[in-house]
């Protein structure tokens, strides 16, 4: 007689559901056929890795019998020397959102709260709720608002009560693209209490433009030990299939991170990869160079359209499709475009599109113009 496994599953696991990717090349294959594809789903870096990243891989290709280095010394000491951080302060993830995990992991329980933003990344609910632990969701900016669908400050400092462990934000955030400014993130950091752990997720910090007013929260970690910052190598380094991000913090909350962080998280080729990434300078800029054009032809295309977009600080753009997104992402499937629907966030209007190559972005405004054309 088979056992009812549901029932033995820990409370938080019972009723979650997993996070979903942005469809696979290969599974589109499989559905439709199709050999032309082009992927403008999951943010990723359409110049690929640093050919620095590539050579490091290589190296060390001799040596997956042994075990990689635990502590990630030399990926730390480069993290280390580039931020100008003490390595105390560090901690080394299976990509962001396995930090993301352990920060849930060492601060939450059944007994507290998580504090975030609607529209906000989708994993901060996942850890929470597979913790067993409360999460309090503040509502968005409205669309008509100046940063539309953005997280919205008050409201975030509105859910933080006593049972308030941690408070996750994005900048720029995920699915939207939105920032805080500076003034306002500072501003939330001086009024949480120090005994709740503010994480700020910088994952797509890179593409920051300098003009953009989205703040390097590295500067405040001297004046809020309760401040954690983490960011990865998967968007602008380009080693989204290598899986390794960081977080930055006070050495007393690494320290804890690090307790409940699995032995050898990240494996010997993401370790060497990311030290090498972090040294070639010069591919980072010609990425932001490629995003920076990028972000402009598919504007000027929505434009064209009459498509309305959120503003965005990232490698993507979040259009309102002005009917379902669903369903024109159905309708780019069948032209060999992948896109992202984010009705799951809420946004059921929207589609989240990665900003590609040139070649890449007018693929999809081929696509796109034949949809919209009926």
């Known amino acids: 007689m088979t056992c009812d496994f549901h029932v033995l599953a820990a409370p938080g696991v019972r009723n979650l559901q997993p996070y979903q990717p942005g469809k696979p090349e290969s599974e589109l294959r499989r559905e439709y056929g199709l050999s032309d594809i082009v992927k403008l789903a999951s943010n990723e870096n359409p110049l690929g890795p ?18 990689p280095d635990g ?4 990926l730390k000491t480069a993290l280390s020397a580039k931020l100008g951080l003490s390595m105390a302060m560090l901690t080394l993830g299976n990509g962001s959102n396995d930090v993301l995990e352990l920060i849930a992991r060492a601060f939450l329980t059944a007994e507290h709260e998580a504090v975030f933003s609607e529209h906000a990344f989708a994993v ?13 969701i503040a509502k968005a900016y409205s669309p008509n608002h100046a940063m539309p669908c953005g997280h919205d400050p008050a409201a975030l400092l509105a859910l933080v009560s006593e049972r308030t462990r941690v408070v ?8 939207t693209g939105t920032w805080l400014t500076t003034a306002e993130l500072q501003g939330l950091l001086e009024a949480i209490p120090p005994a709740v752990i503010v994480v700020v997720d910088e994952a ?11 703040p390097n929260a590295l500067r405040w970690l001297d004046r809020f030990p309760n401040l954690v910052v983490t960011r990865t190598f998967s968007k602008a380094y ?25 032995p050898f998280n990240v494996n010997s080729l993401a370790l060497v ?10 591919h980072l800029e010609q990425g932001r160079a490629v995003n ?11 434009r064209q359209w009459g498509l309305n977009w959120l503003p965005s600080a990232g490698n993507f753009l979040c259009v309102d499709m002005g009917r379902s997104g669903r369903e024109v992402f159905v309708e780019l499937l069948k032209r060999g475009v992948i896109v992202r629907p984010v009705d799951n966030y809420g946004l059921p209007q929207h589609l989240r599109i990665s900003i590609g190559s040139a070649a890449e972005n007018a693929r999809l405004i081929e696509a796109m113009q034949d949809v919209l054309r009926g």
């Open 168 to 175: 996750f934000i994005a900048n720029p955030n995920n699915p």
């Open 238 to 262: 380009g080693l989204a299939g290598l899986r390794v991000g960081y977080a930055v913090s006070h050495p007393a909350i690494a320290d804890l991170l690090n307790r409940v962080r699995q």
């Open 124 to 136: 901060y609910p996942l850890v929470t709720q597979a913790i067993g632990a409360t999460a309090r």
């Open 292 to 302: 920076r054009a990028g972000m402009r032809q598919v504007q000027d295309a929505c």
């Open 50 to 67: 640093s050919p620095r990243a590539v050579t490091a891989i290589q190296s060390v290709l001799g040596d997956l019998a042994r075990y």
């Open 71 to 74: 502590n990630g010394f030399e």
């Open 273 to 282: 990869a990311a030290a090498a990434a972090l040294e070639d300078v010069s």
């Open 204 to 214: 797509y910090f890179e593409y920051v433009e300098p003009e953009t007013d989205c």
